[in-house]
């Protein structure tokens, strides 16, 4: 064999197959038990796709001469993780809501009184695609740097058509820019802005649905979604969202049950929903629609904390039901300024009581389920993304346990990457 090379996460070149060995690795594989552990395992990659995971003892069965050899030195390897609910494209923040939640407001007090969402559509608005990239970059950067390959973001601080597609056009942007998937969606339902209060209607039929149109058209948007909530647009007004993107053969997915039950995620389900996020106020019917639906569940632990909400996602209902359950960060300027998916996993475990296992296929494997792409990344399987964490750690709970302590060792995305 040639080039022995053994930096963590040497890049392949798309002619050369590369080994990844030595190494203890969770392969999240469904067929398999529990976290799909591989305790002496091997994975080797070509033109960015996994060719073969297994023992090491059987990994001579498939290598080539010439393949790029990683010795991980017994490290773990997991699939990349995945936050599958950001908002981290907008402009300026929201420190000073913040502090009037110190001071005892409610977020639908604060929301009332035209902060909020509608806080953030300002700043964002007075921003090009270049400046909202520059903004968005730091906050991408900081999830990369923990292991992240894939990541969702949604425009709604625009709340008019040419500022929303401002959002999306800085996403894609991202995209150019770094070693990352960006996955995008359309959420202009996500507040009414002040010209439009009290013509939810009017809102929808003048800016989102034309807006969803020409987003569309230029290739923007991977799913549709929206805010159910009695603080922003009713069932029957999403419907009519959904059935908009329905036409136009777009995947949908749902801001549900966060501070009220309106019924949001079985209609969310209705429409095979990708996913519905949030959930505090979910019921058992709603659980139950969304497992016979096969959407996922997407929990967001920094709203919950951020807001000092009481009421817990019915995490019991939704394991009885048979729900896939997702974690993201949902990093947005007001109700969740997080961009760290380890600490969401923290909180998920903390917080809801999810189990280290749930935890990390949370933000790997249903992560990707929740964004359609369970096919291409998520777990670590022979035909998928080469997408991996490699991680300075003993066991796996240490991603779930730890505070505030980052173990990445290496992020390989597409089969190319390098150490940190």
Request: proline letters at 4%.
């Amino acid at each position: 064999m040639t080039g022995n090379e053994s930096a963590i996460g040497h890049g392949a070149r798309p002619e050369r197959q590369t080994l990844w060995s030595n190494a203890r690795i969770a392969t999240l594989d469904p067929s398999k038990v529990g976290l799909g552990i591989i305790e002496s395992g091997a994975i080797l990659a070509r033109g960015g796709r996994i060719e073969w995971v297994g023992e090491m003892a059987d990994v001579t069965q498939t290598m080539q001469s010439d393949s790029v050899l990683n010795d991980l030195g017994g490290r773990w390897v997991t699939p990349a993780l995945i936050d599958c609910h950001t908002h981290i494209v907008h402009g300026g923040n929201r420190a000073r809501e913040f502090e009037m939640r110190l001071a005892g407001a409610t977020y639908e007090e604060i929301a009332r009184a035209g902060g909020g969402i509608v806080s953030s559509v300002k700043a964002t608005n007075a921003l090009s695609v270049d400046e909202l990239v520059s903004e968005s970059l730091p906050r991408l950067d900081t999830l990369l740097a923990e292991g992240v390959s894939t990541v969702e973001i949604k425009s709604g601080y625009g709340l008019n058509i040419d500022a929303e597609l401002r959002m999306l056009r800085a996403a894609r942007r991202l995209q150019e820019l770094r070693p990352v998937r960006i996955v995008t969606s359309w959420l202009a339902a996500h507040a009414t802005p002040v010209e439009y209060r009290g013509r939810n209607g009017d809102y929808i039929t003048d800016v989102v649905l034309p807006g969803l149109d020409l987003a569309h058209m230029e290739g923007l948007v991977d799913a549709v979604d929206g805010f159910c909530e009695g603080i922003a647009f009713s069932p029957e007004e999403i419907a009519r969202v959904f059935d908009h993107a329905r036409a136009l053969g777009v995947r949908v997915k749902l801001h549900a049950e966060q501070l009220s039950d309106l019924g949001g995620a079985k209609l969310a389900a209705s429409y095979g929903a990708l996913s519905a996020d949030h959930l505090e106020y979910l019921d058992a019917d709603g659980g139950a629609a969304m497992a016979a639906s096969g959407t996922v569940a997407v929990l967001l632990p920094g709203a919950f904390y951020a807001i000092r909400e009481t009421r817990k996602p019915p995490v019991a209902a939704l394991r009885q039901a048979g729900t896939r359950i997702a974690v993201a960060t949902d990093c947005n300027p007001g109700t969740s300024p997080l961009t760290s998916l380890l600490l969401a996993m923290n909180m998920a475990a903390t917080l809801f009581g999810l189990t280290v296992e749930e935890c990390l296929a949370g933000t790997t494997r249903e992560a990707a389920r929740a964004l359609g792409l369970l096919g291409e990344t998520g777990t670590l399987e022979v035909g998928k993304s080469a997408d991996l964490a490699i991680w300075n750690i003993d066991s796996p709970a240490e991603l779930v346990y730890r505070i505030g302590f980052n173990p990445l060792a290496g992020r390989i995305f597409k089969g190319e990457g390098k150490s940190l």
